[in-house]
């Protein structure tokens, strides 16, 4: 509806002469947005007092004469000018029906647009430390980033999903002597557990699952003998530190990273299995440790030296990140010779693009704020457009029940899990309010209001709108009536009333709202919209008997209800949300 207005507005440009050389001079893009009060119209666009100056003419009289030069279409009522020069657009009831008929008979495809080969889009998300189970946190990056994926596939691009796992670095170590040491206490050898371990019970459940025979041969003195101080009396980071030299030297380097990867690999199934329940799935599970393996890190670093973006300085290795617009040159090896996390990330992008994909979109934690201007200096040092990646930051989430703040921290194992908050409220219920908010927003999490089964709980709100109208199809039979939905759809001129005509022009916002909300990377929208059409569902049937005895509005009011039905249940699907037929 919208495009098909702006598609008005640029024929009628064409026709007068002077506009027309001067939109194009401008580049100008006709602008067409929906009225915020349907008293002035359906739609409107400030086109003429983008132009007036440029033309010399004032915007009101302009606005007039573009008025003068529309094509006549069967779906604009009357357009006037308002304000200082805005063109107000008012569609005829025929524009909404003709849009109730292309939601029937596009089903679920009705707003989506043609799939694309091309651009190929590589959406990361996710990608929590596979060091403890996803908590509540990840969670929200989980509904989030399987949100705008399924937005951006239904805007026809190319979009694959990928989890980066971050399986290589200090925190794989620290994971490995965190079940060793619980292996060790379940036979009887007490080592005082690290400050900077892991504590939560999920390691001992994870030393319980793995045969510790191989590990566990080592005496108590041999593994403390010489150790430095623990915090408080110590340094933290030089006590895990030397236990985990400890547990390499007494279990064999080999033996260590085995148990290393069996720690990984458990916790990792264990975060696949909670994002397939909760409706996330990913094309791909990339593997940080496969860029040191596969050489991927020396490629990209030998590109940068090879276009002159590296040099040494203090024994240690410098990108040329300034140059590109970053704040700061950034260290890729270190002084001992060990590369960089940076040098991780260049790697990673660099091989997103080497792998064909376009555009490339990162979802990470509110802590990663200076991280697209240095991985975008990256790809920009390697011959690839820094533009091509964008970065969405999801800030913190604060679980409250009962009014009372939840406490959540990895290593000191005090959280609620993403499968403890799914079992407590639901699937529907999670994946519907993390993205209540907008990403940028922290977001408080009320338990008990998802929990509720009542209208102060939006997503049972716009699902029992859903199951309200399947009742109302379910109840035909009992009543002697079928739908019939040619009637119902050439009786469509029978629906007069204000409610009526609200309903309409919100079902026909969809394709719009749907478009934006992948366009702003904003979920959100998407919920106000369904809550909005919830609404005027709810007003409009509470107002108007459905069943009534005469066929031709019956069948017309069901035509209306069955389109409302079909978009919140596609809506719902995009957030990941089911639509009951019955509650």
């Keep these: 509806m919208k495009s098909a207005i702006a598609n008005l507005v640029e024929q009628a440009l064409k026709d007068l002469p002077e506009i027309a050389a001067a939109a194009d001079e401008q580049s100008l893009q006709v602008t067409v947005e929906r009225a915020r009060d349907t008293r002035y119209g359906d739609f409107a666009s400030n086109v003429a007092m983008q132009l007036a100056k440029r033309v010399g003419r004032k915007p009101r009289d302009l606005a007039e004469s573009i008025i003068a030069s529309l ?189 290393r990867r069996a720690s990984l690999e458990s916790i990792r199934d264990e975060i696949r299995d909670d994002l397939q329940e909760f409706g996330v799935t990913f094309d791909r599970w990339f593997s940080e440790q496969s860029l040191h393996d596969d050489g991927q890190i020396d490629e990209a670093l030998s590109v940068l030296r090879e276009r002159g973006m590296l040099y040494e300085q203090d024994g240690a290795t410098w990108f040329r990140a300034t140059d590109f617009g970053d704040e700061k040159d950034r260290v890729v090896i270190r002084e001992n010779g060990k590369k960089t996390y940076f040098a991780s990330d260049i790697a990673y992008h660099y091989g997103k693009r080497q792998r064909g994909f376009d555009f490339l979109l990162d979802v990470l934690g509110a802590d990663h704020h200076g991280y697209l201007a240095r991985v975008r200096a990256g790809l920009d040092a390697m011959g690839y457009s820094g533009e091509s990646l964008e970065v969405q930051l999801v800030q913190f989430v604060t679980l409250f029940r009962a009014g009372k703040k939840q406490q959540m921290g990895t290593r000191s194992g005090k959280f609620i899990t993403l499968r403890q908050l799914r079992e407590e409220i639901g699937n529907d219920a999670a994946r519907f309010f993390y993205v209540m908010r907008s990403n940028d927003q922290h977001l408080e999490f009320d338990l008990e209001l998802a929990k509720s089964r009542s209208q102060d709980n939006p997503v049972y709100y716009m699902q029992y709108a859903h199951a309200r109208i399947c009742s109302v199809f379910r109840k035909l039979g009992e009543k002697g009536y079928e739908w019939d939905s040619q009637l119902g759809n050439d009786s469509l001129p029978r629906l007069s009333e204000n409610h009526e005509r609200a309903l309409m022009s919100s079902v026909s916002r969809y394709p719009e709202v749907l478009e934006l909300a992948a366009t702003n990377r904003a979920p959100q929208n998407l919920v106000h919209y369904l809550r909005d059409l919830a609404n005027d569902f709810h007003t409009f049937y509470n107002a108007h008997i459905v069943m009534v005895n005469e066929a031709e509005l019956r069948n017309a009011r069901l035509t209306l209800c069955a389109a409302v039905r079909t978009i919140i249940a596609n809506g719902l699907g995009i957030l990941g949300v089911s639509a009951p037929e019955s509650m």
């Design 71 to 259: 094509p006549a279409s069967e779906l604009i009522d009357k357009t006037e000018v308002a304000g200082p020069g805005f063109i107000n657009f008012y569609l005829s009831d025929g524009a909404f029906h003709q849009e109730l008929g292309a939601v029937l008979a596009q089903g679920n495809q009705y707003g989506r647009k043609a799939p694309q080969e091309s651009p190929r889009v590589l959406l990361e998300f996710v990608s929590a430390n596979p060091t403890g189970p996803l908590h509540v946190g990840h969670g929200r990056h989980a509904a989030y980033g399987a949100t705008i994926g399924n937005l951006l596939a239904s805007q026809g691009l190319a979009v694959e999903r990928e989890y980066y796992v971050n399986d290589a670095g200090r925190q794989m170590d620290i994971l490995g002597v965190s079940v060793w040491l619980r292996m060790l206490e379940a036979t009887g050898i007490k080592v005082p557990f690290p400050e900077a371990g892991y504590r939560g019970d999920y390691i001992r459940d994870i030393a319980a699952s793995i045969d510790s025979a191989s590990f566990t041969a080592v005496s108590g003195e041999n593994v403390v003998a010489g150790l430095p101080e623990d915090a408080p009396t110590g340094d933290k980071e030089d006590y895990i530190g030397a236990l985990i030299d400890r547990a390499q030297e007494l279990l064999g380097t080999k033996d260590f990273f085995r148990l």
